[in-house]
């Protein structure tokens, strides 16, 4: 188990004490979620452990805030984007993203996930995987036995 990161509840509640009212079952749900977004396998682009354990503590703070009900049982805050306009009478309100990506729409819904956003903007860049070289080079590029003269 060397090359994942195991959830730790407690690091997890001093880095981010306002989710102190959510259960340890449920946080380690939303870990296991988070998962889905960052892969926490060997093959995961973020190899550095310490890392990723950050990216997805910050995941699981993002998740757990999209689902953070208010005393009376409701989303505590639909509302998604900065606020672009508002009226007094009949109270109306409107909401805009801005310009961004289908990708990152979702993850800039609440603080968490922009910090995650941004701290992964590294890993969202083309990836060089080098091939294997050509056999017999140079005369793979030549394959005549002989050469003419």
């Known amino acids: 188990m060397g090359f994942v990161v195991v959830f730790d ?30 892969n926490n396998t060997a093959q995961s682009p973020v190899s550095d452990l310490e890392q990723r354990a950050m990216l997805l503590n910050m995941l699981v703070a993002h998740i757990a805030e999209l689902n953070r009900l208010s005393a009376s049982g409701t989303a505590a805050n639909p509302l998604v984007g900065r606020v672009s306009s508002a009226s007094e009478g009949s109270v109306s309100v409107s909401a805009d993203m801005g310009a961004v990506s289908e990708r990152a729409a ?6 968490y996930g922009a910090m995650y956003w941004q701290a992964t903007a590294q ?18 590029y030549y394959p005549r036995t002989q050469w003419r003269r």
């Open 106 to 111: 979702w993850f800039l819904q609440t603080k």
């Open 9 to 38: 509840v407690v690091k997890f509640r001093i880095r981010y004490p306002e989710f102190s009212s959510v259960s340890d079952v449920l946080l380690d749900t939303y870990f296991t979620e988070a998962t889905l977004y960052l």
């Open 123 to 140: 890993y969202r860049t083309m990836r060089y995987i080098p091939g294997s070289s050509p056999s017999h080079y140079p005369s793979y």
